[in-house]
């Protein structure tokens, strides 16, 4: 299995919204929306755009992204009080997401 760079995403409600009224799929739920694949990967090119317009290199954009809808923050306890990641918080909430991105 070869190593890649992968990114956990929470995106924006109201830009999620959005994207559900352009493209006719008013009548789902945010859960249901960040799972259809046409959303991820339109925030995959953006996200890979956004990376090269900033000089990251190749290797430094994410090949593959999952949306999930917990923000992280302090009282999800997926931050610190100083608000660094809480990487094992983290890995075990999106354990089964984080599996399927690293396949």
Same mark, same amino acid.
């Given at each position: 299995?070869?190593?890649?760079? @992968?990114? %956990? ?16 799929? @008013?009548? %789902? ?14 925030? *995959? $090119? ?5 990376? $090269? ?10 090949? $593959?992204?999952? *949306?999930?809808? %917990? ?10 009080? #100083? ?9 075990? #909430? ?7 991105? $690293?396949?």
């Amino acid at each position: 299995m070869d190593n890649f760079c @992968t990114a %956990l995403i929470v995106p924006e409600p109201e830009m999620v919204k959005i994207w559900a009224e352009k493209n006719d799929c @008013t009548h %789902l739920a945010i859960e249901q929306l960040i799972i259809d694949q046409n959303l991820v990967k339109e925030i *995959l $090119r953006d996200v890979a755009k956004v990376g $090269r317009e900033n000089g990251l290199a190749g290797f430094e954009i994410p090949k $593959r992204v999952a *949306l999930v809808n %917990l923000p992280f923050t302090v009282e999800s306890g997926l931050l610190t009080p #100083s608000l660094k990641v809480k990487r094992k918080a983290v890995e075990k #909430s999106f354990y089964k997401i984080l599996q399927d991105l $690293r396949k």
